[in-house]
C-alpha cells in the first residue's frame, strides 16, 4: 500500500485497516478522484453523486428484539422502533424535521431535503428557541429576616482536592445567600452536597480569572433554565468582570447574563492596562441592609518595590512600562468585609413593664430597635432603656493575596487599620473585633513572614487557610464519582486505572505547618468546614459536616456485601488480559441466578492490521467527562484527551471541570504534565458543555511554560469560538492560535495544498480545486463575514498544526459537518504508518469522534474503517422523538452508525443525566461496543477487549439500570444540550 505524503489525507476513510465481518452492510459511496494512491477519499464538496435517500437503505439492522425485563430492574423497557430503516419510512409529519441529507450547505443556500432520518431542523440552523431561558429573567429579591437566627460562611470545597480552582465561600443567612468564587465544578459540588443554587443571591469575585469563575457560565445557563421563569443573579467583581461579561456573551444567550456590578478604576480608553494613581485605600461597599455589610478593598501588584524581573512577570508584556501605576486586566485583587448588625441586648420585660409598657407589639419593636410611647403617659421608651448592653455583630474578612507583589500593597493598607488590634489586652479605641479570616492566599504567600506578621494583627481572630493544602487531596470532593471509580478500578484495573483516592505518601511537608502548630486559632480549610456566626452561642467552628475520609479498601468491602459475585467477575476480567486471544470453557462465566453468560460474538478473534505489533506506549484514550448538558454526581461533562505519551496529547471538547478530572485521572503534578504536553485542542462546536474548561486549560498551560521556549497551542473550533477566545484574552493571556474547524474539512485542506502547489509552481491536476476557482464553494467561503479575506492569514496556522501533527506521529486531523446545531463538527484522527522488523507498512490506526449529532452521512463516511468511534449516545432506544427534537442519538442509532460504516469498535458516550449511574441499552446489538464512564482509559492495545467488558459492567451496576425521572426536568433546563 503505498504511503501518502503527510497530510495529503489519504483521508481517515481507508477500509484496509481491516476487514470486519459486516462490511456487507456499510454504505458503498462511489469512488474519489485520486491519482496518486489506492486509497480511497473524501468526495470533494461538488461532488454530488452520493446524495441519495437509498444509500440509507443500506445501513445495518439487527435483528430486532424486544428490552427483556431484569428482575432487579424496576422498569420494563419498551423498544420504539429506532433502527435508520425504520426512521427512513416515517413520512414528514413535522415541517421543521427535514431529512439527512438536508444539512449540506450550499453556496449561501440549502438544497430542498429528500425524505429521510429525522433531525430537528430549526435546531441545526439556531432558530430553535424551544429550550433558551425566558426573554427577561429577573435579579431574586428577597424579602429580608433581619432578625436572623441562623448565619455561618461554609467552605465549599471545590477544587481543593484536585488543586484545580479556587475553593468558594458561602455566606449563608436565613432568606438569603451569598457566594464568593464560582470556580470550575462549583453546580457539580452543589448537587452532590445537596446545596441549593437557586437559592443564590449574589457572587462575588476575588479576582476575575478563570481559576475563580470558571464555572460561572454554566453556572447561569443552568439558573437561567430553573423552573418556568427562570432566574438571574448579581455577580459583583472588580473592574476586570466588563473583560469577562464581553466573553461570555459570545455563547450565553443574553436572557441568561448575569447583573454585573463592577467597581473599582475602569480599563483604559484601549482596554490593554487600568491606570491605578494612588492608592486602593478604601472600602468600596457594595451591599448594606439591615441583614449584612459587604464592602470591598481592592489590591493591585505594587511594581515599585519590586525587580524588573518579577515585576514583567507580573505585569505582562503587554502593559506599559512607563506607569508604575498601570496593572493589566486579571491582575486586580479584592479582599472582601462582611460585617453583620450588631447583636441586641437581651429585653427586660420588668424594665419595661416599669416604664409603662404592656406586652404587645411594642416589645417586639424596641427589640428590633425602635423606640415607642409608654401606654401609661406621654413618655417616649428608647431601646436603651429596655435592652441589655449590645454585641458588636460578627466580622469575616476573605482575603486573596495572590502574589508577593499584591502583599506588597496589603501591606501598606490603612483602611484596614480599625480591624486590627495587636493583642487581646491591647485593643484601641474603635477597633472592630474581627471572628474568622478566610485566607484565598496561596501558601506561596501564607509562608512568608510578612505575611504571617499581618496575620498576627488579628489578635484572636480565627484563621482558615483556603489556599490549595496539599492534605486536602486525600478526600475527594466528589465522593460518589470517587466510589464509582473505585468500585470500576476493581473490576477493571485496565480500563479503569484511576481509584478515585490519592495517598500523601509521596507529598512533601506542608509548606503552612508553622501556621498550623497553632490549632486553636489557624486551621487548614476542609471541605463543608463552617464558621457559625449566629446564634451568637454557637460562634466559631463546626466540623460536624466535614466528610469523612474513606479508603478504597471500605469501598470493595461494601461491594462485596452488595454484589458478592462481583469477585468472580473480577478474576474473568483479569484473565482476558492474559489471554487476550480467544477464549475458552473457563472464561464462560454464569452465577446461580443465570445473571450473566458470555455473548457467543465475543469469540470474534479477527484484529484489524492496524493493531499489529502495537505497543502500550502508542496511544491511549481518556474520557474525562461522559455526560450531556450539564455536570452531575456522577459524569462531568464532554471532554477525552488522547494520550500520545512522549508525543504529548491532544483534548477533543473541553467542558467545564476537564483539568480536575485530568487531576484526578493523573494526578496534581501528572496532569500538569499533561497539560504542558498538549498539542492542539478541537472543539466540536459551541455549546458550554463542550468548551467551558477552554480558559482554565489554556491559562495554566500558559502559566507552567512561562520561561521556557516553546510554540502556542493550536485551538481548532467553529468560528463562534474565536470570538470568544479574542475576548477572553484581553483578561488573561491564552498563549494560542486559532484555526476554523472549517479550515481543518477535507475540501478546505485539498484547497490549501493546491494553492501550495500553485504558489510552487506546481499547478496542474488540482486546478479545479483551487479556492479561487471560479464558481467554487470555496470562493464564497472566503467571502462570508467573520472569515479571512486571504489565505495567507489561515495558512501559516495550517501548515503550524501539519507540523504538530507530523510530531505527534499523527497523519491527518480532519473535521467533517454533522447535524446538531450551527458549526457542528466531528473529527477523524489518523495516525501514520508504522513499518515493521521485516520492513512491512503497517497502516495507522484511526479515530473518529462524532461530537453531537443525529446519524448522518459525513458521519457515516468518515467512519469509513475507522479503528475506534467514539459516539455520543443521549437518549435510551424508547426516546427517539427526544433525539429528533434535541439532534441527538439514541444508543442504537450510534450502535448502527458504527456497523455502517465498518468500525471495528464503538464507545458510546454523552449520557443525558437523567440516567444517573449507567444507561439503558439493550445488549442485543452490543456486539462491538462499549458504555464510556469517566476517567475510562482504553489503550491501543487493549481496544479489541472492549466488548468482553460490557457484561460485566452489568453485573457490578445491576440495581442501578433505572432511569432517574427526577432529571427530566433538567434536560429542559438547559440552554446547552
Given at each position: 500500500?503505498p504511503q501518502?505524503?503527510?497530510f495529503r489525507?489519504?483521508l481517515l476513510?481507508s477500509?484496509a485497516n481491516?476487514?470486519?465481518r459486516?462490511?456487507?452492510?456499510?454504505l458503498?459511496f462511489?469512488?474519489?478522484?485520486?491519482?496518486?494512491t489506492?486509497?480511497?477519499?473524501?468526495h470533494?464538496?461538488?461532488c454530488?453523486?452520493?446524495r441519495s435517500p437509498?444509500?440509507?437503505?443500506?445501513?445495518?439492522s439487527?435483528?430486532r428484539?424486544?428490552?427483556?425485563?431484569?428482575?432487579?430492574n424496576s422498569?420494563?423497557?419498551?423498544r420504539?422502533g429506532?433502527?435508520l430503516?425504520e426512521?427512513l419510512?416515517?413520512?414528514?409529519s413535522n415541517?421543521?424535521?427535514?431529512?439527512?441529507l438536508a444539512m449540506e450547505?450550499?453556496?449561501?443556500?440549502?438544497?430542498?431535503?429528500?425524505e429521510?432520518?429525522?433531525f430537528?431542523?430549526?435546531r441545526?440552523?439556531?432558530?430553535?428557541?424551544?429550550d433558551r431561558?425566558?426573554?427577561n429573567?429577573?435579579?431574586?429579591?428577597?424579602?429580608?429576616?433581619?432578625?436572623?437566627?441562623i448565619?455561618y460562611?461554609q467552605i465549599?470545597?471545590t477544587g481543593?482536592?484536585?488543586q484545580?480552582?479556587s475553593?468558594?465561600?458561602?455566606?449563608?443567612?436565613d432568606?438569603?445567600?451569598?457566594?464568593f468564587?464560582?470556580?470550575e465544578?462549583l453546580?457539580r459540588?452543589?448537587?452532590?452536597h445537596?446545596?441549593k443554587?437557586s437559592k443564590?443571591?449574589h457572587?462575588?469575585?476575588?479576582?476575575?480569572?478563570?481559576?475563580?469563575a470558571?464555572?460561572?457560565?454554566?453556572?447561569?445557563?443552568?439558573?437561567?433554565?430553573?423552573?418556568?421563569?427562570?432566574?438571574?443573579?448579581?455577580?459583583?467583581?472588580?473592574?476586570?468582570?466588563?473583560?469577562l461579561v464581553?466573553a461570555?456573551?459570545y455563547?450565553?444567550p443574553?436572557?441568561?447574563m448575569?447583573?454585573a456590578?463592577?467597581?473599582g478604576?475602569?480599563?483604559?480608553s484601549?482596554?490593554?492596562?487600568i491606570?491605578?494613581t494612588?492608592k486602593?485605600?478604601?472600602h468600596?461597599?457594595?451591599?448594606?441592609?439591615?441583614?449584612?455589610?459587604?464592602?470591598a478593598?481592592l489590591l493591585k501588584?505594587?511594581?515599585?518595590?519590586?525587580?524588573n524581573v518579577a515585576?514583567?512577570?507580573?505585569?505582562g508584556?503587554?502593559s506599559?512600562?512607563?506607569?508604575v501605576?498601570?496593572?493589566?486586566?486579571?491582575?486586580l485583587?479584592?479582599?472582601?468585609v462582611?460585617?453583620?448588625?450588631?447583636?441586641?441586648?437581651?429585653?427586660?420585660?420588668?424594665?419595661?413593664?416599669a416604664l409603662?409598657?404592656?406586652?404587645?407589639p411594642?416589645?417586639?419593636?424596641?427589640q428590633?430597635?425602635?423606640?415607642?410611647k409608654?401606654d401609661?403617659?406621654?413618655?417616649?421608651v428608647h431601646?436603651?432603656?429596655?435592652l441589655?448592653?449590645?454585641?458588636?455583630?460578627?466580622?469575616?474578612?476573605l482575603v486573596?493575596?495572590?502574589t508577593?507583589?499584591?502583599?506588597?500593597?496589603l501591606?501598606?493598607?490603612?483602611?484596614l487599620s480599625?480591624?486590627?488590634?495587636?493583642?487581646?489586652?491591647?485593643?484601641p479605641?474603635g477597633?472592630k473585633?474581627v471572628?474568622?479570616?478566610?485566607?484565598?492566599?496561596?501558601?506561596?504567600?501564607t509562608?512568608?513572614?510578612?505575611?504571617q506578621?499581618?496575620?498576627s494583627?488579628?489578635?484572636?481572630?480565627q484563621h482558615i487557610?483556603?489556599?490549595?493544602e496539599?492534605?486536602?487531596i486525600e478526600?475527594p470532593?466528589?465522593?460518589?464519582?470517587?466510589r464509582i471509580?473505585?468500585?470500576?478500578n476493581?473490576?477493571?484495573?485496565?480500563f479503569f486505572?484511576?481509584p478515585?483516592?490519592?495517598s500523601?505518601?509521596?507529598?512533601?511537608?506542608?509548606?503552612?505547618?508553622?501556621?498550623?502548630?497553632?490549632?486553636d486559632?489557624?486551621i487548614p480549610?476542609?471541605?463543608l468546614?463552617?464558621?457559625?456566626?449566629?446564634p451568637?452561642?454557637?460562634?466559631?467552628f463546626?466540623?460536624?459536616?466535614?466528610?469523612?475520609?474513606s479508603?478504597?479498601?471500605e469501598i470493595?468491602?461494601?461491594?462485596?456485601?452488595e454484589i458478592?459475585e462481583v469477585?468472580?467477575?473480577?478474576?474473568?476480567?483479569?484473565?482476558?488480559w492474559?489471554?487476550s486471544?480467544?477464549?475458552?470453557?473457563?472464561?464462560?462465566?454464569?452465577?446461580a441466578?443465570?445473571?450473566?453468560?458470555e455473548?457467543?460474538?465475543?469469540?470474534d478473534?479477527?484484529l484489524p492490521s492496524?493493531l499489529?505489533?502495537?505497543?502500550?506506549d502508542?496511544?491511549e484514550?481518556v474520557?474525562?467527562?461522559?455526560?450531556?448538558?450539564?455536570?452531575s454526581?456522577?459524569?462531568n461533562?464532554?471532554?477525552?484527551?488522547?494520550n500520545?505519551?512522549?508525543r504529548g496529547?491532544?483534548?477533543l471538547?473541553?467542558g467545564e471541570?476537564?483539568?480536575?478530572?485530568?487531576k484526578?485521572r493523573f494526578?496534581?503534578?501528572g496532569a500538569d504534565?499533561a497539560?504542558k504536553g498538549?498539542r492542539c485542542?478541537?472543539?466540536?462546536?459551541i455549546?458550554a458543555?463542550?468548551?467551558a474548561g477552554?480558559g482554565r486549560?489554556?491559562t495554566?498551560r500558559?502559566?507552567l511554560l512561562?520561561g521556557?521556549?516553546h510554540?502556542?497551542i493550536?485551538?481548532?473550533?467553529?468560528?463562534?469560538?474565536?470570538?470568544?477566545l479574542n475576548?477572553?484574552q484581553r483578561?488573561e493571556d491564552l498563549?494560542?492560535?486559532?484555526?476554523?474547524?472549517?479550515?481543518?474539512?477535507e475540501?478546505?485542506?485539498?484547497?490549501?495544498?493546491s494553492?501550495?502547489?500553485?504558489?510552487?509552481?506546481?499547478?496542474?491536476?488540482?486546478?479545479?480545486a483551487?479556492?479561487f476557482s471560479?464558481?467554487?464553494r470555496?470562493?464564497s467561503?472566503?467571502?462570508?463575514?467573520?472569515?479571512?479575506?486571504q489565505?495567507?492569514a489561515?495558512?501559516p496556522?495550517?501548515?503550524?498544526?501539519?507540523?504538530i501533527?507530523g510530531?505527534?506521529?499523527?497523519?491527518?486531523l480532519v473535521?467533517?459537518?454533522v447535524?446538531?446545531?450551527?458549526?457542528a463538527?466531528?473529527?477523524?484522527?489518523?495516525?501514520?504508518?508504522r513499518t515493521?522488523?521485516?520492513?512491512?507498512?503497517i497502516?495507522?490506526w484511526?479515530?473518529v469522534?462524532?461530537g453531537?449529532t443525529?446519524p448522518?452521512?459525513?458521519?457515516?463516511?468518515a467512519?469509513?474503517?475507522?479503528?475506534?468511534?467514539?459516539?455520543?449516545a443521549?437518549?435510551?432506544d424508547?426516546?427517539?422523538?427526544?433525539?429528533?427534537?434535541r439532534?441527538?442519538s439514541?444508543?442504537?442509532e450510534?450502535?448502527?452508525?458504527?456497523d455502517?460504516?465498518?468500525?471495528?469498535r464503538?464507545?458510546?458516550?454523552h449520557f443525558s443525566?437523567r440516567?444517573p449511574?449507567?444507561?439503558?441499552?439493550d445488549?442485543g446489538?452490543?456486539?462491538k461496543?462499549?458504555?464510556?464512564?469517566?476517567?475510562?482509559?482504553?489503550?491501543?492495545a487493549?481496544v479489541?477487549l472492549?466488548?468482553?467488558?460490557?457484561p460485566?459492567?452489568?453485573?457490578?451496576?445491576?440495581d442501578d439500570m433505572?432511569?432517574?425521572e427526577s432529571e427530566?426536568?433538567n434536560l429542559?433546563?438547559?440552554a446547552?444540550l
Open positions: 500500500m501518502l505524503a503527510t489525507l489519504r476513510l477500509s481491516h476487514h470486519h459486516h462490511s456487507a452492510a456499510a458503498s462511489p469512488k474519489a478522484r485520486s491519482s496518486s489506492s486509497l480511497p477519499l473524501l470533494k464538496p461538488h454530488r453523486s452520493y437509498l444509500l440509507l437503505a443500506n445501513f445495518s439487527l435483528p428484539k424486544p428490552y427483556r425485563t431484569d428482575k432487579r422498569r420494563t423497557f419498551d420504539k429506532s433502527t430503516r426512521s419510512d416515517k413520512k414528514g415541517s421543521d424535521k427535514g431529512g439527512l450547505e450550499t453556496e449561501g443556500s440549502r438544497k430542498a431535503a429528500p429521510g432520518l429525522g430537528n431542523r430549526k441545526a440552523e439556531g432558530r430553535d428557541e424551544s431561558p425566558k426573554k429573567l429577573q435579579v431574586k429579591v428577597r424579602k429580608l429576616n433581619p432578625a436572623n437566627t448565619s460562611v465549599l470545597g481543593m482536592d484536585t484545580d480552582t475553593p468558594s465561600v458561602l455566606l449563608f443567612f432568606k438569603q445567600r451569598f457566594i468564587n464560582a470556580g465544578g453546580q459540588f452543589c448537587s452532590e445537596k446545596i443554587l443564590i443571591d457572587i462575588f469575585l476575588s479576582r476575575v480569572c478563570s481559576e475563580t470558571g464555572g460561572l457560565p454554566g453556572l447561569l445557563l443552568t439558573l437561567a433554565g430553573m423552573g418556568d421563569e427562570g432566574m438571574s443573579v448579581n455577580v459583583w467583581g472588580p473592574s476586570d468582570l466588563k473583560y464581553d461570555m456573551k455563547f450565553i443574553n436572557a441568561a448575569v447583573h456590578r463592577s467597581f478604576p475602569m480599563p483604559n484601549n482596554g490593554s492596562s491606570s491605578c494612588g486602593f485605600d478604601d468600596l461597599v457594595l451591599i448594606d441592609d439591615e441583614v449584612v455589610k459587604i464592602s478593598v501588584p505594587n511594581y515599585s518595590g519590586a525587580s515585576a514583567e512577570k507580573c505585569r508584556s503587554n506599559p512600562e512607563s506607569d501605576n498601570a496593572t493589566k486586566p486579571g491582575d485583587s479584592v479582599v472582601y462582611c460585617e453583620l448588625p450588631e447583636i441586641k441586648g437581651k429585653f427586660d420585660p420588668q424594665k419595661a413593664a409603662g409598657l404592656r406586652p404587645g411594642k416589645y417586639r419593636e424596641l428590633l430597635g425602635n423606640s415607642v409608654s401609661r403617659d406621654d413618655t417616649m431601646p436603651s432603656d429596655v441589655g448592653p449590645s454585641i458588636p455583630g460578627p466580622i469575616v474578612l486573596d493575596c495572590p508577593t507583589l499584591h502583599l506588597q500593597e501591606l501598606s493598607l490603612q483602611c480599625p480591624y486590627y488590634i495587636g493583642s487581646e489586652s491591647d485593643v479605641e477597633s473585633l471572628n474568622c479570616v478566610i485566607h484565598l492566599t496561596p501558601a506561596t504567600v509562608t512568608t513572614d510578612d505575611y506578621k499581618w496575620m494583627k488579628f489578635g484572636t481572630a487557610m483556603a489556599g490549595h496539599m492534605k486536602n478526600i470532593i466528589l465522593k460518589s464519582s470517587a471509580s473505585a468500585r470500576l476493581y473490576l477493571c484495573p485496565q486505572p484511576s478515585g483516592f490519592w500523601l505518601q509521596s507529598v512533601a511537608k506542608n509548606p503552612n505547618q508553622d501556621l498550623l502548630a497553632r490549632p486559632r489557624v480549610a476542609e471541605n468546614l463552617k464558621f457559625h456566626l449566629r451568637y452561642a454557637n460562634l466559631g463546626d466540623k460536624s459536616g466535614i466528610p469523612k475520609a479508603s478504597t479498601s470493595i468491602e461494601e461491594l462485596f456485601s458478592p469477585e468472580n467477575a473480577s478474576k474473568l476480567v483479569n484473565q482476558f492474559q489471554n486471544r480467544g477464549n475458552n470453557e473457563e472464561n464462560i462465566y454464569t452465577d441466578n443465570d445473571i450473566l453468560t455473548e457467543p460474538w465475543l469469540d478473534r479477527t492496524c499489529e505489533n502495537i505497543t502500550r502508542d496511544m484514550i474520557l474525562l467527562g461522559t455526560g450531556s448538558s450539564q455536570p454526581k456522577y459524569r461533562v464532554s471532554s477525552i484527551f488522547i500520545l505519551f512522549s496529547g491532544l483534548l471538547d473541553c471541570g476537564t483539568l480536575g478530572q485530568l484526578r494526578g496534581v503534578q504534565e497539560v498538549l485542542i478541537w472543539i466540536s462546536h455549546h458543555d463542550h468548551h477552554l486549560i489554556l495554566l500558559q502559566d512561562k521556557t521556549p510554540e502556542p493550536v485551538v481548532v473550533g467553529p468560528r463562534q469560538l474565536k470570538r470568544f475576548a477572553y483578561l498563549d494560542m492560535l486559532f484555526l476554523d474547524c472549517y479550515h481543518t474539512t475540501a478546505s485542506l485539498e484547497a490549501f495544498e494553492y501550495e502547489s500553485d504558489e510552487n509552481g506546481n499547478a496542474g491536476e488540482n486546478d479545479d483551487t479556492l471560479r464558481g467554487s470555496m470562493e467561503f472566503w467571502k462570508r463575514p467573520g472569515s479571512p479575506t489565505i495567507s489561515v495558512l496556522i495550517v501548515k503550524s498544526l501539519k507540523k501533527l510530531e505527534a506521529g499523527l497523519d491527518a473535521s467533517f459537518p447535524v446538531h446545531c450551527p458549526q463538527y466531528g473529527i477523524a484522527l489518523q495516525a501514520a504508518n515493521n522488523g521485516a520492513g512491512k507498512i497502516p495507522g484511526k479515530i469522534y462524532s453531537d443525529r448522518c452521512v459525513e458521519l457515516v463516511r467512519s469509513r474503517g475507522a479503528t475506534i468511534l467514539i459516539h455520543e443521549t437518549f435510551e424508547s426516546m427517539v422523538e427526544e433525539a429528533i427534537a439532534n441527538h439514541t444508543t442504537k450510534a450502535v448502527e452508525v458504527g455502517s460504516a465498518g468500525a471495528y464503538i464507545i458510546l458516550t443525566q440516567y449511574k449507567i444507561p439503558v441499552f445488549e446489538h452490543m456486539h461496543t462499549c458504555i464510556a464512564f469517566d476517567l475510562m482509559s482504553v489503550n491501543i487493549d479489541h472492549l466488548p468482553k467488558v460490557l460485566f459492567l452489568k453485573v457490578l451496576f445491576r433505572v432511569v432517574d427530566d426536568a429542559n433546563a438547559a446547552a
